[in-house]
């Protein structure tokens, strides 16, 4: 029986090229995200090429060439990286519960904006739910 492969964790600057990548909903180019990222980090051009061509390599992002240029793609969305990142913490450091990951969140990261923000999350899925 083959099981499901599973993609390989993203490093910190690979999840910055991903979310520049996705934000753009459409073709990316190395120059596209270097422009982007230089607003928060200065890297060389050739260092964001070679994070790039891991990422096809791990199978987040196909490329396609014309002329010179490659351009980029995501092959995975942003929710189902975003989704499989917070059950793999909620595995590895909550027991697997996500109301645990999410009442440590809730106790020691939110400001009361936040916390307003939640509340406001939360009794909408409750009035969802009821209507279901």
């Known amino acids: 029986m083959r099981?499901?492969?599973k993609k390989p964790?993203?490093?910190e600057l690979e999840t910055q090229v991903m979310l520049i990548i996705w934000d753009n909903k459409g073709e990316s180019t190395?120059?596209?995200v270097v422009e982007k990222i230089r607003k928060q980090r200065k890297l060389a051009y050739t260092t964001?090429?070679?994070i790039m061509s891991r990422l096809v390599q791990k199978g987040f992002l196909k490329r396609r060439k014309v002329?010179?240029?490659y351009y980029y793609q995501p092959t995975i969305s942003r929710e189902k990286v975003l989704k499989k990142s917070?059950?793999?913490?909620?595995?590895?450091?909550f027991g697997g519960a996500v109301s645990s990951l999410i009442s440590y969140l809730v106790r020691e990261e939110a400001s009361p904006e936040e916390l307003d923000e939640i509340a406001k999350a939360v009794e909408g899925?409750?009035?969802k739910a009821k209507t279901k």
């Open 67 to 69: 002329g010179m240029a």
């Open 3 to 5: 099981t499901k492969a």
């Open 30 to 32: 190395v120059r596209y």
């Open 125 to 127: 899925l409750r009035k």
């Open 9 to 11: 964790k993203l490093s």
């Open 86 to 93: 917070v059950q793999t913490i909620a595995k590895n450091y």
């Open 48 to 50: 964001i090429m070679t």
